[in-house]
């Protein structure tokens, strides 16, 4: 743990930030409590919440959320995804002038090691880095991408571009600042409105069309990448948990490293009892219908239903295996190096399944 931590923005000229709401604190409080506890990390971090008067992690420091105000009310926002999502757009506001460089992270992410290489990053006069949006495994039905590719044209973003997903952002906070991404951000979404889909996200892709700079998933390997042998190449940092299942929903999510994460540093932080209190009743469901499933799969309907799952899981993942092994192929990513992208390549096609 790194108890001696300079004051924030004077020591350090970089800087990691989540912003969160009073209900999802919990989650902020462990991935923060998880970068703090870096000894070796060259940066700050920082929470920015609803109020300042919630107990900080050690080494980290909670700020009051300046700009919800800012959001205009034309911004879409759901229970999933509620407007803390639009706090992001005004990181260089936030942040001031005191730091050079930032990483955002959503609250549903876990750490497998340090961020430090980001700050050294050539990020090639790009004003942001990111990693593209996992969403085009999901998307093999051609009826499906041909509405998506029309929508996303609609809301002036190309579909045939970098498509990033915005759970993870490393920015030049003087680019932002200098290209006034919040106003943009807020001009785009009072012209859309309910139109956008994807909310911020599709808001972030459509002010950094064509300027943001790709970067492998490593730093953001997002759900629908794990099991399929990819983290053996890849060594993700980045973790990110975004699908419906999460590892604090210990009740029906398998037990593994992600999981025993949180349970350990919720144990210790001021909210025990945020797993127990944070579970749903179709948790209890989920988990009762795969137990008995387990339990009736020498059934042959049963199991021939598991095996459908298994053949649709091994399509997705290998649709997601073929297009990072283009990317590293063709050099595609800035923070893979043209000695390594070849060897990587190959030994991600090796993992694809069946013929």
């Known amino acids: 743990m790194t108890a001696n931590t300079p004051p924030l923005g004077q020591a350090r000229e970089n800087v990691v930030c989540l912003f969160t709401s009073r209900a999802y604190y919990p ?72 730091y050079r460089r930032a990483v955002y992270l959503d609250s549903d992410i876990t750490l497998n090691s340090s961020l430090n290489p980001l700050f050294s990053l050539d990020m090639r006069g790009h004003p942001v880095a990111a990693v593209q949006d996992c969403g085009f495994v999901k998307r093999s039905d051609p009826a499906r991408a041909q509405a998506r590719d029309e929508y996303l044209r609609g809301v002036g973003i190309d579909p045939k571009g970098f498509y990033f997903n915005a759970g993870f952002l490393l920015a030049d906070l003087a680019d932002w600042a200098r290209l006034g991404i919040s ?21 972030l892709n459509a002010v950094f069309a ?58 210790a932080s001021p909210f025990p009892d945020f797993i127990a209190n944070a579970r749903e009743r179709w948790h209890y469901t989920y988990a009762l219908k795969w ?51 070849p060897g990587l390549a190959d030994k991600t096609r090796a993992l694809m399944i069946g013929p």
């Not at 943009?184 to 909310?199: D, I, K, P, Q, Y």
Request: aromatic letters at 10%.
């Open 291 to 341: 137990r008995t499933r387990r339990a009736l799969g020498f059934l042959p309907s049963v199991r021939k239903r598991i095996e459908a799952e298994k053949r649709k899981a091994a399509g997705r993942h290998n649709l997601a295996l073929a297009e990072i092994a283009a990317k590293l192929a063709s050099g595609a990513y800035a923070d893979i190096g043209a000695a390594d992208a």
């Open 183 to 203: 106003e943009r951000a807020v001009s785009l979404l009072n012209e859309f409105g309910e139109r956008l889909f994807g909310m911020d996200q599709d808001t």
């Open 210 to 267: 064509g300027a943001a700079l790709e970067l492998s998933p490593r730093w953001n390997f997002q759900a629908p990448y794990m099991g399929c042998g990819l983290e053996s190449v890849l060594d993700p940092v980045v973790f990110h948990h975004l699908e419906k299942l999460r590892p604090w929903h210990d009740i029906a999510y398998p037990p593994d490293a992600h999981s025993d994460t949180y349970k350990r540093f919720l144990a």
């Open 27 to 98: 989650l902020a409080y462990v991935l923060a409590s998880q970068i703090a506890a870096d000894a070796a990390r060259t940066y700050d971090v920082v929470v920015f919440a609803d109020g300042a008067d919630l107990p900080a992690p050690l080494g980290a420091s909670v700020r009051r959320f300046e700009f919800a105000d800012k959001i205009p009310s034309t911004a879409p926002s759901s229970e999933r995804m509620p407007r803390i999502a639009y706090y992001r757009l005004f990181m260089a506001e936030s942040l001031g002038a005191s």
